[in-house]
């Protein structure tokens, strides 16, 4: 029997697949897996049957930025932690914000995260999001210089756990996932980073 005819087949090949992933897989990745052509909307619907088989486990399916993955629920990750203790690397006030800017506000240039911000950005924290591959730069604005436009990656939502940009949550709701609380206290009250005419400003260089 070919294996495009034995759905429970194609179930098993495709959670193998992705229970042994180190990375997420998109569906066009997923249909390398056959031989014959399997249609993309026959694996979403599978994976989709798949998603729903794993709910109330330890282990749940989920599709982010850049693919579909399982990952343990996060009532579990404070048992799984201490089996690898190492501490998750911690960022400075001045990284968060800018971050955070980035995500809500994209594409910016560093001079309107500056303008927003109210002081000059590092070339460190710019070095440390992009090596962290949670932002790229896209393209230049036409302006004289013509200056870096910065947006978020899809490695930025998958660490986050999250599909696309319209998941994230209002920016006064972040809390201590990517805002720090200086920016807090300039989030208005619908959750909205100020406009640079709105920021206070000043000649403060980061360290």
Do not use: C
Request: charged share 25%.
């Amino acid at each position: 029997m070919s294996t495009i005819t034995d759905l429970n087949y194609l179930k098993i090949v495709l959670e193998t697949a992705l229970l042994t992933a180190q990375e997420p897989l998109t569906v066009g990745q997923l249909k390398k897996l056959f031989t014959e052509d399997v249609k993309a909307a026959l694996i979403n619907d599978i994976l989709d049957e798949i998603r729903q088989n794993w709910k109330g486990r330890g282990v749940e399916l989920v599709k982010l930025a850049s693919g579909w993955r399982f990952r343990a629920r996060a009532e579990f990750t404070p048992y799984l932690a201490r089996l690898t203790p190492e501490k998750p690397p911690r960022y400075s006030r001045a990284v968060m914000e800018t971050l955070a800017i980035i995500a809500y506000k994209q594409p910016v240039t560093r001079g309107d995260i500056e303008s927003i911000r109210g002081v000059s950005v590092s070339t460190s924290v710019m070095q440390t999001l992009l090596e962290r591959g949670w932002i790229e730069v896209i393209g230049h604005k036409d302006v004289p210089g013509r200056p870096g436009l910065y947006a978020s990656t899809h490695k930025f939502l998958d660490d986050l756990g999250f599909n696309t940009l319209r998941d994230l949550p209002p920016l006064a709701e972040l809390g201590t996932l990517v805002l720090p609380e200086q920016l807090a206290a300039n989030v208005d009250e619908d959750g909205e980073v100020p406009l640079a005419d709105e920021a206070p400003q000043n000649t403060e260089q980061e360290s």
